[in-house]
Protein backbone atom coordinates (compact mmCIF):
# COMPACT_ATOMS: atom_id res chain seq x y z
CA UNK A 1 0.00 0.00 0.00
CA UNK A 2 1.06 3.71 -1.24
CA UNK A 3 0.87 6.00 1.53
CA UNK A 4 -1.37 8.85 -0.05
CA UNK A 5 0.79 11.89 -1.42
CA UNK A 6 0.40 15.45 0.93
CA UNK A 7 -0.02 17.86 -1.23
CA UNK A 8 1.65 21.74 -0.58
CA UNK A 9 1.24 23.90 -3.04
CA UNK A 10 3.45 27.41 -2.91
CA UNK A 11 0.75 29.92 -3.24
CA UNK A 12 1.58 32.24 -6.27
CA UNK A 13 -0.70 35.10 -4.73
CA UNK A 14 -0.49 37.34 -2.36
CA UNK A 15 -2.39 37.01 0.72
CA UNK A 16 -4.34 39.26 1.69
CA UNK A 17 -2.69 41.73 4.30
CA UNK A 18 -4.99 43.30 6.94
CA UNK A 19 -3.68 46.18 7.06
CA UNK A 20 -2.42 48.17 4.37
CA UNK A 21 1.65 49.09 4.73
CA UNK A 22 2.17 52.99 5.88
CA UNK A 23 3.70 55.01 2.97
CA UNK A 24 7.16 55.55 3.03
CA UNK A 25 8.49 58.75 3.95
CA UNK A 26 9.95 60.69 1.18
CA UNK A 27 13.15 60.16 0.32
CA UNK A 28 13.24 56.53 2.38
CA UNK A 29 12.85 53.25 0.28
CA UNK A 30 9.71 51.52 1.49
CA UNK A 31 10.68 47.82 3.31
CA UNK A 32 10.23 45.18 0.49
CA UNK A 33 8.48 42.53 1.22
CA UNK A 34 11.00 39.18 0.97
CA UNK A 35 10.32 35.87 -0.46
CA UNK A 36 12.47 33.72 1.65
CA UNK A 37 13.55 30.22 -0.37
CA UNK A 38 12.28 27.06 1.23
CA UNK A 39 13.06 23.45 0.78
CA UNK A 40 10.27 20.69 1.11
CA UNK A 41 11.36 17.16 1.81
CA UNK A 42 9.03 14.03 2.41
CA UNK A 43 9.49 12.20 5.79
CA UNK A 44 8.56 9.37 7.60
CA UNK A 45 5.00 10.88 8.96
CA UNK A 46 4.31 13.83 6.72
CA UNK A 47 6.19 17.34 5.03
CA UNK A 48 9.08 18.79 6.26
CA UNK A 49 9.19 22.66 5.11
CA UNK A 50 12.25 24.73 6.20
CA UNK A 51 12.74 28.30 4.88
CA UNK A 52 15.70 30.94 5.41
CA UNK A 53 14.43 33.14 7.63
CA UNK A 54 17.87 35.10 8.34
CA UNK A 55 17.68 37.74 11.15
CA UNK A 56 14.18 36.29 12.06
CA UNK A 57 13.37 36.01 16.02
CA UNK A 58 10.48 33.43 17.41
CA UNK A 59 9.14 37.05 19.03
CA UNK A 60 8.27 38.36 15.51
CA UNK A 61 7.21 35.03 13.67
CA UNK A 62 3.89 34.58 12.67
CA UNK A 63 2.41 31.19 11.12
CA UNK A 64 -0.69 31.12 10.54
CA UNK A 65 -3.51 28.49 9.03
CA UNK A 66 -6.37 30.16 7.58
CA UNK A 67 -8.55 27.88 5.63
CA UNK A 68 -5.95 25.27 3.75
CA UNK A 69 -3.79 28.34 3.25
CA UNK A 70 -0.47 28.53 5.23
CA UNK A 71 1.40 31.94 5.71
CA UNK A 72 4.70 32.75 7.56
CA UNK A 73 5.73 35.51 8.20
CA UNK A 74 8.37 37.83 9.68
CA UNK A 75 8.76 40.70 11.22
CA UNK A 76 12.60 42.38 10.59
CA UNK A 77 14.38 44.60 12.94
CA UNK A 78 17.56 45.37 11.57
CA UNK A 79 20.13 44.74 14.64
CA UNK A 80 22.05 47.71 13.47
CA UNK A 81 23.18 50.59 15.79
CA UNK A 82 21.33 53.99 15.43
CA UNK A 83 22.98 55.86 12.73
CA UNK A 84 24.30 53.45 10.65
CA UNK A 85 24.47 54.20 6.74
CA UNK A 86 24.57 51.81 4.30
CA UNK A 87 27.42 51.91 2.37
CA UNK A 88 26.96 48.23 0.02
CA UNK A 89 23.87 46.05 -0.03
CA UNK A 90 23.56 42.95 -1.24
CA UNK A 91 20.58 42.02 0.74
CA UNK A 92 17.19 43.51 1.28
CA UNK A 93 15.81 43.52 4.66
CA UNK A 94 12.61 43.44 4.61
CA UNK A 95 9.43 41.41 6.54
CA UNK A 96 9.73 37.76 4.95
CA UNK A 97 6.47 36.50 3.83
CA UNK A 98 4.99 33.52 1.95
CA UNK A 99 2.35 31.66 1.36
CA UNK A 100 1.53 27.52 1.02
CA UNK A 101 -1.75 25.98 0.03
CA UNK A 102 -2.00 22.14 2.02
CA UNK A 103 -3.62 19.62 0.52
CA UNK A 104 -6.59 17.60 2.73
CA UNK A 105 -3.94 15.09 3.87
CA UNK A 106 -2.19 17.50 6.12
CA UNK A 107 -3.09 17.27 9.77
CA UNK A 108 -3.89 20.25 10.71
CA UNK A 109 -4.19 20.26 14.34
CA UNK A 110 -0.38 18.64 14.07
CA UNK A 111 1.52 21.11 12.40
CA UNK A 112 4.51 22.49 14.39
CA UNK A 113 7.31 25.24 13.54
CA UNK A 114 10.67 25.59 14.78
CA UNK A 115 12.91 28.57 14.91
CA UNK A 116 16.86 27.47 14.66
CA UNK A 117 19.41 29.92 13.76
CA UNK A 118 17.18 31.53 11.32
CA UNK A 119 15.75 28.51 9.59
CA UNK A 120 11.88 28.32 10.21
CA UNK A 121 11.35 24.71 10.00
CA UNK A 122 7.65 23.33 9.93
CA UNK A 123 6.13 19.85 9.90
CA UNK A 124 3.50 19.22 8.27
CA UNK A 125 2.14 15.64 9.90
CA UNK A 126 0.41 13.39 7.38
CA UNK A 127 -3.51 12.81 8.21
CA UNK A 128 -4.17 9.45 9.24
CA UNK A 129 -6.98 8.69 6.25
CA UNK A 130 -6.24 5.33 5.71
CA UNK A 131 -8.11 3.73 8.61
CA UNK A 132 -10.85 1.78 6.76
CA UNK A 133 -14.17 3.51 6.14
CA UNK A 134 -17.56 1.59 5.84
CA UNK A 135 -19.85 2.90 3.49
CA UNK A 136 -23.36 1.95 4.48
CA UNK A 137 -25.02 0.65 1.53
CA UNK A 138 -28.62 1.70 1.92
CA UNK A 139 -30.79 -1.00 0.42
CA UNK B 1 25.57 49.32 -9.53
CA UNK B 2 28.85 52.30 -10.65
CA UNK B 3 30.29 54.44 -7.89
CA UNK B 4 31.10 52.81 -4.75
CA UNK B 5 30.04 55.15 -2.12
CA UNK B 6 33.71 54.73 -0.03
CA UNK B 7 36.63 56.51 -1.55
CA UNK B 8 40.09 55.34 -2.53
CA UNK B 9 38.43 52.65 -4.71
CA UNK B 10 38.08 50.32 -2.23
CA UNK B 11 36.48 47.21 -3.20
CA UNK B 12 35.52 44.58 -0.55
CA UNK B 13 34.21 42.46 -2.72
CA UNK B 14 36.63 42.14 -5.77
CA UNK B 15 37.69 38.53 -5.21
CA UNK B 16 34.03 36.61 -5.09
CA UNK B 17 33.36 33.06 -5.10
CA UNK B 18 30.45 30.94 -4.88
CA UNK B 19 30.38 27.37 -4.91
CA UNK B 20 26.81 26.47 -4.12
CA UNK B 21 25.17 23.41 -4.03
CA UNK B 22 22.90 21.98 -6.28
CA UNK B 23 19.92 24.65 -7.35
CA UNK B 24 16.79 23.43 -8.78
CA UNK B 25 15.06 25.72 -11.11
CA UNK B 26 11.97 27.27 -9.86
CA UNK B 27 8.46 25.80 -11.40
CA UNK B 28 6.69 28.74 -9.21
CA UNK B 29 5.79 31.21 -11.93
CA UNK B 30 6.47 33.82 -9.16
CA UNK B 31 9.72 32.61 -8.49
CA UNK B 32 11.89 34.15 -5.42
CA UNK B 33 13.83 37.79 -6.15
CA UNK B 34 16.19 37.87 -8.05
CA UNK B 35 18.99 34.93 -7.41
CA UNK B 36 21.46 36.00 -5.77
CA UNK B 37 24.97 36.43 -7.08
CA UNK B 38 27.51 35.87 -4.21
CA UNK B 39 26.92 33.88 -1.38
CA UNK B 40 26.67 34.49 1.33
CA UNK B 41 25.18 38.43 0.55
CA UNK B 42 26.48 41.00 3.10
CA UNK B 43 26.01 44.56 3.43
CA UNK B 44 28.00 47.04 4.77
CA UNK B 45 27.94 49.82 7.08
CA UNK B 46 29.21 53.34 8.75
CA UNK B 47 28.45 53.02 12.27
CA UNK B 48 30.78 55.96 13.05
CA UNK B 49 33.84 54.72 14.89
CA UNK B 50 32.88 51.38 13.45
CA UNK B 51 32.04 49.54 9.65
CA UNK B 52 29.80 46.51 10.60
CA UNK B 53 29.73 43.86 7.64
CA UNK B 54 26.56 41.58 7.81
CA UNK B 55 26.28 38.36 6.13
CA UNK B 56 23.48 36.13 5.97
CA UNK B 57 24.06 32.74 6.91
CA UNK B 58 20.72 30.61 7.67
CA UNK B 59 20.94 27.58 9.26
CA UNK B 60 24.77 27.63 10.29
CA UNK B 61 26.35 28.17 13.64
CA UNK B 62 29.26 29.92 14.61
CA UNK B 63 31.14 26.90 14.83
CA UNK B 64 30.70 25.92 11.39
CA UNK B 65 32.20 30.07 10.48
CA UNK B 66 35.79 30.20 9.84
CA UNK B 67 36.62 33.15 9.80
CA UNK B 68 40.25 34.48 9.30
CA UNK B 69 42.40 37.74 9.12
CA UNK B 70 45.84 38.23 7.63
CA UNK B 71 47.15 41.31 7.01
CA UNK B 72 44.10 43.17 5.38
CA UNK B 73 42.71 40.31 3.93
CA UNK B 74 39.75 38.76 6.21
CA UNK B 75 38.16 35.17 4.78
CA UNK B 76 35.26 33.68 5.79
CA UNK B 77 34.18 30.71 4.67
CA UNK B 78 31.89 27.25 5.74
CA UNK B 79 30.23 24.83 4.10
CA UNK B 80 26.34 24.42 4.36
CA UNK B 81 25.03 21.26 4.38
CA UNK B 82 21.52 19.96 3.89
CA UNK B 83 19.97 17.56 6.80
CA UNK B 84 21.81 14.14 6.22
CA UNK B 85 19.67 11.18 5.76
CA UNK B 86 17.61 12.22 3.07
CA UNK B 87 17.16 10.96 -0.36
CA UNK B 88 17.55 13.45 -2.89
CA UNK B 89 14.33 11.47 -4.35
CA UNK B 90 12.71 12.76 -1.14
CA UNK B 91 12.58 16.36 -2.13
CA UNK B 92 10.03 18.03 -3.77
CA UNK B 93 11.40 21.59 -3.84
CA UNK B 94 15.20 23.07 -3.07
CA UNK B 95 15.39 26.29 -3.22
CA UNK B 96 17.77 27.14 -0.45
CA UNK B 97 21.68 27.63 -1.71
CA UNK B 98 23.54 24.22 -0.37
CA UNK B 99 27.82 23.41 -0.06
CA UNK B 100 30.66 25.30 0.33
CA UNK B 101 31.36 29.43 0.20
CA UNK B 102 33.70 31.48 1.01
CA UNK B 103 34.29 35.06 0.26
CA UNK B 104 37.21 37.34 0.74
CA UNK B 105 36.99 41.11 1.69
CA UNK B 106 39.93 43.31 1.39
CA UNK B 107 40.05 45.81 4.48
CA UNK B 108 40.96 49.06 4.22
CA UNK B 109 43.88 50.60 5.94
CA UNK B 110 41.66 53.08 7.72
CA UNK B 111 40.38 49.50 9.75
CA UNK B 112 42.04 48.49 13.30
CA UNK B 113 42.24 44.93 11.94
CA UNK B 114 43.64 43.54 15.29
CA UNK B 115 40.33 45.22 17.03
CA UNK B 116 38.48 43.26 14.58
CA UNK B 117 35.57 40.75 16.21
CA UNK B 118 32.66 38.98 14.87
CA UNK B 119 29.23 37.29 16.21
CA UNK B 120 26.51 35.33 14.78
CA UNK B 121 22.95 35.34 15.94
CA UNK B 122 19.59 34.33 14.53
CA UNK B 123 21.44 33.16 10.81
CA UNK B 124 22.97 36.91 10.58
CA UNK B 125 27.41 37.16 10.92
CA UNK B 126 28.48 40.64 12.36
CA UNK B 127 32.06 41.94 11.99
CA UNK B 128 32.48 44.62 13.82
CA UNK B 129 35.53 46.45 11.80
CA UNK B 130 37.42 49.08 14.10
CA UNK B 131 37.56 52.36 12.32
CA UNK B 132 41.61 53.53 13.24
CA UNK B 133 42.12 56.50 15.30
CA UNK B 134 43.29 58.72 12.82
CA UNK B 135 39.52 57.79 10.24
CA UNK B 136 37.21 58.13 13.38
CA UNK B 137 35.21 60.97 13.02
CA UNK B 138 35.98 63.77 15.05
CA UNK B 139 34.02 66.71 16.51
CA UNK B 140 35.75 69.55 15.71
CA UNK B 141 34.53 72.65 18.09
CA UNK B 142 33.65 75.72 17.12
CA UNK B 143 34.59 79.13 19.21
CA UNK B 144 33.64 82.68 18.95
CA UNK B 145 36.82 84.03 17.68
CA UNK B 146 37.27 87.45 19.30
CA UNK B 147 37.22 89.29 16.36
CA UNK B 148 33.28 88.43 15.57
CA UNK B 149 32.09 88.43 18.44
CA UNK B 150 28.50 90.37 18.67
CA UNK B 151 29.52 92.63 20.51
CA UNK B 152 33.44 92.78 19.36
CA UNK B 153 34.31 96.08 17.93
CA UNK B 154 31.56 98.29 20.18
CA UNK B 155 34.40 99.01 22.76
CA UNK B 156 37.42 101.47 22.97
Known sequence: MENPTIQVTVATRRPVSGASEPAPMP??????TITPPIDIHEGPDGLI???DLPGATASTLRVELEGNVLTLHARIEPPLPEGARLLHEEYRLGDYQRSFILGDEVDRDRITAELTHGVLRLTLPRADRRKTRRIEIRS | MSGMPWDRGWDP???LQREVGRLIGSIDPFPVGPRVAVYPPMNFYDAGDRYLLTAQLPGMTSDLIELTISG???????ERKRAEGIGEECYRRQERPMGRWSRTV????????DQV???FAGGILTIALPKAEAARPRHIAVSNGAGVEPNGGRGA
Open chain 1, 27 to 32: GERAAP
Open chain 1, 49 to 51: LEA
Open chain 2, 117 to 119: SAS
Open chain 2, 106 to 113: TLPDRVDN
Open chain 2, 72 to 78: ETLTLRG
Open chain 2, 13 to 15: FRE
